[in-house]
């Protein structure tokens, strides 16, 4: 959940940010929101669960941002007698972290811009 921190006449910025690789999505929001849910559920089910997406588009999700960087993002534990589970490798956890980085410096620099432009002192 994005908060307006700058608005004027009701209106705020938004923007959404995702990474390609040849023209094909590596990596955005519902992406790092899978990531994030699956680091705190432990589960790839859970966390689709939590995100509002199949099992199936999640397991999706991950194939194809570890077969675009041609890394494991997720280790995964096959159910059993004490169940699945799933954890995130700690490749997965930089670009989780880096893309934080880079989505609150794209917001900052937005926030800054939307002020420049549509700040009341300008009219």
Do not use: H, P
């Not at 690789?21 to 680091?39: D, M």
């Amino acid at each position: 959940m994005q908060i307006c921190y700058n608005e004027y006449m009701g209106m705020c910025i938004r923007s959404k940010i995702w990474l390609e690789i040849e023209s094909e999505t590596v990596f955005g929001g519902g992406r790092r929101a899978l990531l994030e849910e699956i680091e705190r559920l432990g589960s790839i089910n859970k966390a689709a669960r939590a995100i509002n997406v199949s099992f199936r588009k999640a397991l999706s999700y991950i194939q194809s941002m570890e077969a675009r960087l041609g890394k494991d993002l997720v280790i995964r534990q096959t159910g059993g007698r004490n169940g699945g589970g799933a954890n995130l490798t700690d490749e997965a956890r930089k670009i989780l972290a880096k893309y934080r980085e880079l989505e609150s410096g794209v917001n900052e620099m937005l926030d800054r811009k939307f002020k420049e432009i549509f700040a009341e002192n300008t009219y």
